[in-house]
T-cell receptor, first 114, second 106 residues
Framework: NAGVTQTPKFQVLKTGQSMTLQCAQD?????MSWYRQDPGMGLRLIHY???????DQGEVPNGYNVSRSTTEDFPLRLLSAAPSQTSVYFC?????????????FGPGTRLTVT | KNEVEQSPQNLTAQEGEFITINCSYS?????LHWLQQHPGGGIVSLFM???GKKKHGRLIATINIQEKHSSLHITASHPRDSAVYIC????????FGTGTSLTVIP
């Protein structure tokens, strides 16, 4: 099993550009989520999904869009990048969404917006 | 308002020392997770617990639901334990602490 994979590992964008961060898991997990990690702050939830076709907003959803067309994939779209979106992004998955199952994290994507 | 508070923020220890990292939270939870973030950035799950105590090798995690407090202990610390340790609680969503940066010196 590859676990949770994320691409790209690094990305530099100019303000106003759009892009998609890819996330995939091969463990047949129902629950997938996106977090951002900023210095001095804990991981913060951007969006999550409890299954294919179902997504919901987390703590910091503004400026991001997600979709879940398959169980395996959960891409995160930046609609119009802003310097405030410079961060490290982690995708995670687990069997269930109640937090009572182990979360598996991807390796992260370091995004810089200039 | 921080739903999860960790202490200390930074910790330096000599190899072999017993280490304790504390986590306090303010929300109702279904479970508490301890995570380890390696210097390269990857995050792995160490423990998930909703009551009592769990042990895995030299690592021990405890939780007191009434006091809303958890501790992570590392016995006989080793330089390879150097990492950031993150406490996370599962409530209506996940809330994460800011992490404890541990450095173990040979």
């Amino acid at each position: 099993n590859a676990g949770v994979t994320q691409t790209p590992k690094f990305q530099v964008l100019k303000t106003g550009q759009s892009m998609t961060l890819q996330c995939a898991q091969d463990m047949n997990h129902e629950y997938m989520s996106w977090y951002r990690q900023d210095p001095g702050m804990g991981l913060r939830l951007i969006h999550y999904s409890v299954g294919a076709g179902i997504t919901d907003q987390g703590e910091v959803p503004n400026g991001y869009n997600v979709s879940r067309s398959t169980t395996e994939d959960f891409p995160l779209r930046l609609l119009s990048a802003a310097p405030s979106q410079t961060s490290v992004y982690f995708c995670a998955s687990s069997y269930g969404g109640q937090g009572i199952n182990e979360q598996y994290f991807g390796p992260g994507t370091r995004l810089t917006v200039t | 308002k921080n739903e999860v508070e960790q202490s200390p923020q930074n910790l330096t220890a000599q190899e072999g020392e017993f280490i304790t990292i504390n986590c306090s939270y303010s929300v109702g939870i279904s479970a508490l997770h301890w995570l380890q973030q390696h210097p390269g950035g990857g995050i792995v799950s160490l423990f998930m617990l909703s009551s009592g105590k769990k042990k895995h090798g030299r690592l021990i995690a405890t939780i007191n639901i009434q006091e809303k407090h958890s501790s992570l202990h590392i016995t006989a610390s080793h330089p390879r334990d150097s990492a950031v340790y993150i406490c996370a609680v599962a409530s209506n969503q996940f809330y994460f602490g800011t992490g404890t940066s541990l450095t173990v010196i040979p």
